[in-house]
């Protein structure tokens, strides 16, 4: 079953990757060719039991109520700059991106980016997709916060408003993959309830 999403998974991870650079920086971070990235899965019956009443607890204790909307392209700038920020505060790679490939993401109708507003600013987001190939997958496929807004729960806050999403299309499993350097990325994920399947797969976006 989980097999049969492997394409998505490429095709997504080449797009949140490369995605929300400002290309006219004069700075651009290239990935080596020796990139591992971890699959997961979290299956609803898990996400109901033990993963929901973590996250509202998590939630409700947030000294700030943010508010949750579906990001449009009049916002692309806003996270080009939570991403951005995001990315370089944790010194992991990323890589530049085009106007054309952000527009199809925008476009694709199983891609949806939430965005977190505080105080009427834009201060996180996480990138969901629905599997093309199979209803019942929902994919986290990026997660970005400005550095000011970290560690405070809003990372908990965005998984909440994503399962939410998720589950009024009766999608039945979670996935995602992580970079395996990135610890921090993969601590959260797995506090979430997330477990590894599959094997690290290695990928280079150089041609």
């Known amino acids: 079953m989980f097999n049969d999403s492997d394409d998505i998974f490429k095709v997504l991870r080449d797009k949140v990757r490369t995605l929300f650079t400002d290309i006219q920086k004069e700075f651009t971070y290239l990935y080596s060719d020796d990139e591992h990235y971890i699959k997961m899965r979290l299956p609803v019956k898990y996400i109901e039991k033990d993963t929901i009443p973590e996250l509202r607890n998590a939630v409700k204790n947030l000294d700030i109520k943010p508010e949750i909307h579906v990001a449009d392209k009049s916002e692309i700038n806003d996270l080009n700059n939570i991403y951005h920020q995001s990315w370089i505060a944790s010194d992991l790679p990323m890589k530049g991106v085009t106007q054309e490939l952000i527009r199809d993401i925008f476009n694709d109708k199983n891609t949806r980016f939430l965005i977190a507003q505080i105080e009427n600013k834009n201060v996180g987001f996480i990138?969901?997709?629905?599997?093309?190939?199979?209803?019942?997958?929902?994919?986290?496929?990026?997660i970005g916060i400005l550095p000011?807004?970290?560690?405070?729960?809003?990372?908990?806050?965005?998984?909440?408003?994503?399962w939410k999403f998720f589950k009024e299309k009766n999608v039945k499993t979670l996935q995602c993959e992580v970079y395996?350097?990135?610890?921090?990325?993969i601590k959260f994920i797995k506090s979430l309830g997330f477990q590894e399947y599959g094997e690290k797969e290695d990928r280079s976006l150089l041609k």
Do not use: R, T
């Open 127 to 142: 990138l969901v997709e629905f599997d093309k190939k199979n209803e019942d997958i929902g994919i986290i496929s990026g």
């Open 148 to 162: 000011e807004h970290q560690s405070l729960g809003l990372g908990k806050f965005l998984a909440l408003q994503s």
């Open 180 to 185: 395996e350097k990135n610890v921090k990325g």
